[in-house]
């Protein structure tokens, strides 16, 4: 079983930045893809950030040049964000995805709030 714990967010004025972290534990054999995701009140959960087992990175449209995904290793992923706008405000998911078979988790989720 593989837990998730992210941790980092809080509130922020537009303009300011914040690094949110996850940390995984338990039974993890190899580099697997991670990312974060983002959901606000009444959205769907959204790709903000993914970095490959090689260390490839992708971003949304909305947050390319602002936000940056990093890794340690096969346990902990990063996420930096500057910038930020108000449309950010959302709850902040960490996820690991498992290839074969394939399988994601999740962590509980960090609030992420940017005030105008």
């Known amino acids: 079983q593989v837990q998730l714990v992210e941790s980092g967010g809080g509130l922020v004025q537009a303009g300011g930045s914040l690094r949110l972290s996850c940390a995984a534990s338990g039974s993890i054999s190899s580099m697997n893809p991670m990312g974060w995701y983002r959901q606000a009140p009444g959205k769907q959960r959204e790709l903000v950030a993914g970095?490959?087992?090689?260390?490839?990175t992708n971003y949304a449209d909305s947050v390319k040049g602002r936000f940056t995904i990093s890794r340690d290793n096969a346990r902990k992923v990063y996420l930096r964000m500057n910038s930020l706008k108000p449309e950010d405000t959302a709850v902040y998911y960490c996820?690991?995805?498992?290839?074969?078979?394939?399988?994601?988790?999740w962590g509980q989720g960090t609030q992420v709030t940017v005030s105008s």
């Open positions: 996820n690991l995805h498992i290839v074969s078979p394939p399988y994601d988790y």
């Open positions: 970095i490959t087992s090689a260390g490839s």
